[in-house]
């Protein structure tokens, strides 16, 4: 088995008759993501969820497979057809991570789609909601589509045959497509036609008022799909030929493309050019067609797109489940998880008050502003329950407009395309404040808008870098240069979350914001780091990858291990995203072997085996999914009663510790503490949105016992935040 030996030499054993780099003490990272994704999905068949939330839970898995198959998959076929074999810490090749995606994989998205069709659509039917098809419709139905067809989606289409003449079409990633058979009745010859769906036109046609009908039932909206309302039309593309068979299929492309940046002289010219490249070079690494499908043309596409047959899904009904999303736009709230609106941070809610009596932000001499407030003492945020507009949004405004402020330096890795943070910065650099701001360009599928925004701050005249040579900035972080009297004051946020106002409605995140010298210095160095030459090796209070936080993790870990050894309690409480990282397993396995008590809240990946009796029997596992996605990362060592406790961008993965830049901030102050512990213990507690990952690697989500109330974690944080306020 080929290990990494660096990673074998670290590990020390406590047990000698146990090897920790075994591959059965590790689970697959592929396929932990897949039983992660079923978790998704199992929300969609999960009836105490309202019934257009589950809707939104199925197209959030068709939307993760996308990626997932998109950048995993296509990596493993990628080193399949390059001839590596080399082993990785589970002990599987390229080809059987391949074989193994495919057999979970295909029963679950054949559960996914038969669901959509036998149960959905019957339970929206019931509320109203019908979404029809052809053969469903009147003729007036039909005469207002074909109708639709001629004035808006017949101008747009654009058959393409196959033919000695014509080659087989390049077809767009992810595009939704009609193969057609037409025959010329003069000669006899059949042609095989792709005929595309207009991704820029409404996915569902909606009837106008008066034709919203259904027999004897109560109507909010009828519609069709796009795809049915073109192949009923088929004949007006078609003029004099006979229709002898359509059916709908889905094209899903590799779109990993690694830029070489060390032999790019532009890094932006670079990424856009690969950013085409992923829209129509990639290689096929999926084909979804509707199981009614000819074996003329299954074999066609299969032959053109150069698509393997284990890489063929024969599907029943609707293809592309990501616009199920479509649904949630309906006025049936009744059908939907109460709303919930922020609520502001309560150190916060008078200086938000008194921003909101002027049209703009102006502060006034000596005023109640955002700094003052921050001077008096640290702020923990906790989103989406404590409202983001009205805390870093509010700094980063207030900032632009202060006069006193100097410079704003901050990490920008994915945010919305209208953010009012853009428009602060803009606002800033027009203010001749310096304004520096890192852009990471290789931030996946959001490649095309970051450079777009990044220009629009350059043309502003903010200072732009786009990214390091070999190295991805994950950190969330933000610096505020102050001049206060004689003296400057640094302000700091350094949060978990990305910038963006829309996902951090979505995405529970933390958020520090403070003054203290020392993280302030720290964020001086790291920006330095970032836009300048400096080789920063040393930092304050913070943990920074890849310089010194991978050290830094295993010795905390290991501090656990030596106060078990000594006696003491050991106890480590992590949240993140995904655990992978070798290193960091093999040392949790010691501190397990030697007593320390460790609980794990890993939302996605976790390789990490569980209560294996001698290695991992103190190590306890739980996923939680719901209403929002968990992406908060806490770490919280107990160091014999004297608790370290960290919250940042980082998981516990090798891109994390060692390819990317991230920083980790420790929280001090004993009333964050007991907050952030809390927090913890809340979702260790959860008894409805939780998921114990057991030793076999199966994942058994818990239920209130009898008699037991249900234990949300969401809902119980949302009336925790609604305590604080009143």
């Not at 076929?77 to 599987?92: F, H, W, Y």
């Not at 080809?95 to 193994?100: F, P, T, V, Y």
């Not at 004949?235 to 590799?254: A, H, K, P, W």
């Not at 480590?572 to 995904?578: F, G």
């Amino acid at each position: 088995m080929l290990l990494d030996k660096k990673f074998m030499t670290k590990v020390k054993k406590i047990n000698p008759e146990i090897n920790l780099t075994h591959p059965q003490y590790y689970f697959n990272r592929e396929l932990s993501w897949l039983e992660f994704n079923y978790r998704v999905l199992h929300e969609s068949f999960n009836s105490r969820n309202p019934l257009l939330e589950r809707l939104k839970f199925s197209a959030i898995f068709s939307s993760n497979l996308d990626e997932f198959l998109m950048v995993r998959g296509s990596t493993l076929q990628e080193q399949v057809r390059a001839g590596v074999s080399q082993l990785t810490p589970d002990g599987r090749t390229p080809q059987q991570q391949l074989d193994e995606i495919e057999q979970r994989l295909r029963p679950l998205v054949t559960e996914q789609h038969q669901y959509f069709e036998r149960e959905f659509k019957p339970q929206l039917a019931a509320v109203g909601v019908h979404l029809l098809d052809y053969s469903d419709l009147d003729r007036e139905q039909r005469l207002y589509l074909q109708n639709y067809f001629e004035k808006r989606v017949f101008p747009i289409l654009t058959p393409l045959a196959v033919d000695p003449g014509h080659p087989f079409p390049r077809m767009a990633n992810l595009s939704l497509n009609l193969a057609v058979i037409v025959k010329n009745p003069k000669n006899g010859m059949e042609h095989f036609v792709r005929v595309k769906v207009p991704h820029m036109l409404p996915r569902f046609v909606t009837f106008p008022q008066e034709l919203q009908r259904v027999n004897k039932s109560q109507i909010v909206w009828v519609g069709v799909p796009l795809e049915q309302v073109i192949a009923h039309n088929l004949s007006s593309l078609f003029s004099g030929m006979n229709i002898q068979e359509y059916c709908f299929f889905r094209v899903t492309r590799d779109a990993d493309f690694p830029v070489q940046e060390d032999r790019a002289d532009d890094l932006l010219l670079a990424i856009q050019a690969e950013i085409s490249k992923r829209y129509l070079e990639g290689f096929v690494v999926r084909l979804e067609i509707q199981a009614s499908a000819s074996e003329l043309v299954k074999q066609t596409l299969k032959q053109g797109l150069e698509v393997g047959e284990n890489d063929i899904y024969e599907l029943e009904g609707l293809l592309n489940l990501n616009d199920l999303m479509f649904f949630l736009s309906l006025p049936l709230p009744e059908l939907k998880d109460k709303p919930w609106t922020p609520v502001i941070p309560p150190p916060l809610k008078l200086v938000n008050q008194l921003a909101r009596q002027k049209e703009i932000f102006q502060l006034e001499e000596n005023g109640e502003d955002i700094f003052s407030v921050i001077r008096r003492g640290d702020i923990l945020l906790h989103h989406p329950y404590e409202s983001f507009s009205d805390s870093v949004e509010l700094l980063i405004t207030q900032a632009a407009n202060d006069p006193k402020v100097l410079a704003i330096k901050m990490t920008l890795y994915r945010t919305s395309s209208d953010s009012p943070i853009i428009r602060a910065l803009i606002r800033a650099a027009e203010n001749r404040k310096q304004v520096a701001v890192l852009v990471e360009l290789k931030a996946r599928f959001d490649e095309q808008s970051n450079i777009n925004w990044a220009k629009k701050l350059e043309d502003a005249g903010v200072h732009i870098v786009y990214g390091l040579i070999g190295l991805k900035t994950h950190t969330k972080t933000l610096l505020v240069v102050r001049q206060e009297g004689e003296e400057i004051r640094r302000y700091v946020h350094i949060g978990t979350g990305n910038y963006n106002s829309k996902t951090a409605k979505l995405y529970t995140d933390l958020g520090l914001l403070s003054c203290q010298e020392e993280l302030g210095a720290d964020l001086t160095d790291l920006f330095n780091y970032l836009t300048g030459c400096s080789q920063q090796q040393s930092y304050r209070k913070l943990l920074v990858a890849p310089v010194n936080m991978r050290t830094r993790m295993i010795a905390m870990i290991r501090r656990e291990i030596d106060h078990a050894r000594q006696g003491n309690s050991g106890r480590i409480l992590a949240k993140m995203n995904s655990l992978v990282d070798p290193e960091i397993i093999a040392t949790l396995y010691e501190a397990s072997q030697a007593g320390v008590e460790i609980d794990l809240i890993i939302r996605g990946i976790c390789c990490l085996r569980p209560g294996l009796e001698g290695v991992s029997e103190n190590i306890r596992v739980i996923s939680v999914i719901g209403r929002y996605l968990e992406h908060s990362r806490i770490f919280c060592f107990h160091n014999n009663g004297e608790e370290e406790i960290y919250i940042g961008s980082a998981d516990w993965m090798p891109r994390n510790l060692d390819r990317r830049v991230e920083a980790i901030t420790p929280i001090e102050l004993p009333e964050m503490v007991r907050q952030l512990k809390e927090i913890l213990q809340i979702m260790l507690s959860d008894n409805c949105q939780a998921w114990e990952l057991h030793s076999d690697g199966n994942y058994v989500q818990r239920v209130p016992g009898k008699d037991e109330p249900e234990r949300r974690t969401h809902n119980i944080l949302m009336e925790k935040t609604l305590e604080k306020v009143s």
